[in-house]
Every structure is written in C-alpha cells, then in structure tokens.
C-alpha cells in the first residue's frame, strides 16, 4: 500500500482531492442548495466594472495611466469612449461603462468642492 495511488473518490484523509459536482448539481437556484453560478456573464461584467470604478478611484495608479493615456486623454473613464481598434481588454472594460455610470453617485462631502 505504500506506492499504491488511490482513487479520487478515495475516503484516505491523507490524499487532497476536488470532489467536482456536475453541472446539473453547480447551476440550481442558491434555495434549493446549489452554489448558484447561473450568471457567469453578469458576474464577468460585474468584475470588469470593478476594474472601471477603480480607474476612477485611482486615478494615480499605473494601469489608470495607461488606458487613460490611450482610450481617455482628455477626461475621465465616466466620459470615455470605444474608439477606434480598441484592445479586447478596453473593449471588455468598456462594456460595464454603462453599468458603472449608472451607480455613480455625487457626494456633497465637505462642500469645499462646490461653487457657489
């Protein structure tokens, strides 16, 4: 038994091993107690429009630099657009521009940014 290789649905504890459900099993609704990936395009966009919000929250970080310095120059990620042969990866980025436009709230703060 010392070289022997066990199977993965081996009950051994010493062996590591993903036990996989099937499709079927992963897709069913969270309430009748599955994990519920039934959405992996909108949890994709969902992801791409974090990256867009934190072009906007991290206007100083390199990667905010490069895509500003190629796809919005002259303004920020709100007023961005496609243009012309964008890369997959501006082009997917873009695709939750919309969705992160919507979310985007105005605060007043401290009101030192208001002119009156």
Request: hydrophobic content about 40%; glycine content about 8%.
């Amino acid at each position: 038994m010392d070289d022997e290789l066990f199977p993965v649905g081996s009950k051994d504890a010493t062996i590591r091993h993903i036990n996989w459900l099937n499709w079927d099993k992963l897709s069913m609704r969270k309430e009748n107690g599955s994990m519920s990936f039934r959405n992996l395009h909108g949890f994709n966009l969902f992801m791409l429009g974090k990256q867009g919000w934190n072009f906007i929250l991290r206007p100083h970080a390199t990667i905010t630099k490069i895509f500003k310095a190629k796809y919005f120059p002259n303004g920020g990620f709100l007023d961005a657009k496609l243009g012309h042969q964008p890369s997959y990866t501006w082009r997917s980025i873009f695709a939750s521009h919309v969705l992160v436009k919507d979310e985007v709230k105005w605060r007043i703060g401290d009101a030192s940014s208001i002119n009156l």
